[in-house]
């Protein structure tokens, strides 16, 4: 099915949102939760799997929902159709600081594999599959570079990264290691592979964990500077662990708390 040419507009600095404008007829396809606001002759039609073209009947469509299971996303998409008679908008939002990436998958040779939760929208036609890395030590070591979105078509989508984000262009032979949460996507024929730290104390202290991500051109990659899972992990670690507000001040609290339990503990002799 070949995709929507559709107009579009990235907003906004750290936290980025697209407007996309359809023409009658047309249509974008986005994650659940992701559309900010839409013009009012957009409709919605929630779909089990991509909806990208007719998939066999329910089969076809079981397939490419369970296809988006397995990378952890929702088993539906929604469908946002101008049914107008002139242009109308709809804008998707970022779900978390980054940045949005226009990927026009014509140039990019029709096929771009990415995260599993770094898709956002795309027109109408994009197919949305799984790309499963063929290597043990990727499937058993490979972390989020294991199980991936492979997205195919001849039009635009959009994919959003966390923090900066980084494009380069390996040549033949070139390799580049990177952390595998820092991979946003890279072209089908960059080779992708996990490679050991290869020193124990660098690996238990080093705060990397045990394995990288070895990518080889020819080939794009596009890498990011803040994985939504170590922007998690911060915020949990500074997070309060004992279910209250965290004690800036704990001597100082701890003595006050004291003071206060101990006048009313000796209250009760009096």
């Not at 750290?14 to 407007?19: A, G, P």
């Not at 040779?109 to 027109?123: E, M, V, W, Y």
Request: aromatic residues 8%; glycine residues 18%; proline residues 3%.
């Amino acid at each position: 099915m070949a995709m929507d040419v559709v107009d579009f507009e990235i907003k906004g600095a750290e936290m980025q949102f697209v407007e996309v404008e359809l023409d009658p007829g047309e249509a974008a396809i986005g994650e659940a939760g992701s559309m900010m606001y839409m013009d009012s002759a957009i409709s919605m039609d929630t779909v089990f799997g991509d909806g990208a073209a007719a998939q066999g009947g329910f089969f076809g469509k079981l397939l490419s929902a369970g296809k988006r299971l397995v990378t952890g996303e929702s088993l539906f998409t929604t469908v946002y159709t101008n049914q107008g008679h002139g242009k109308a908008k709809v804008a998707f939002a970022a779900p978390y600081p980054g940045k949005i990436l226009a990927m026009d998958l014509r140039q990019l040779g029709g096929t771009l594999i990415c995260q599993k939760d770094a898709f956002l929208c795309a027109a109408r036609g994009v197919s949305l599959g799984i790309a499963l890395q063929q290597k043990l030590g990727v499937g058993f070591f490979g972390g989020e570079g294991f199980i991936m979105q492979k997205l195919d078509g001849d039009g635009l989508a959009f994919v959003h990264a966390g923090g900066t984000v980084v494009r380069r262009k390996l040549q033949p032979g070139e390799t580049v290691l990177v952390d595998t949460g820092c991979v946003v996507a890279y072209t089908p024929n960059v080779n992708f592979e996990i490679q050991y730290v290869g020193k124990i104390k660098t690996a238990l202290f080093g705060g990397e964990g045990l394995f990288l991500a070895k990518m080889t051109g020819p080939g794009e990659i596009w890498l990011q500077s803040l994985p939504f899972s170590r922007l998690a992990s911060r915020i949990f670690a500074a997070a309060p662990q004992r279910g209250g507000s965290r004690e800036e001040g704990s001597l100082l609290g701890g003595v006050a708390a004291g003071g206060l339990l101990g006048g009313l503990l000796g209250g009760d002799e009096d």
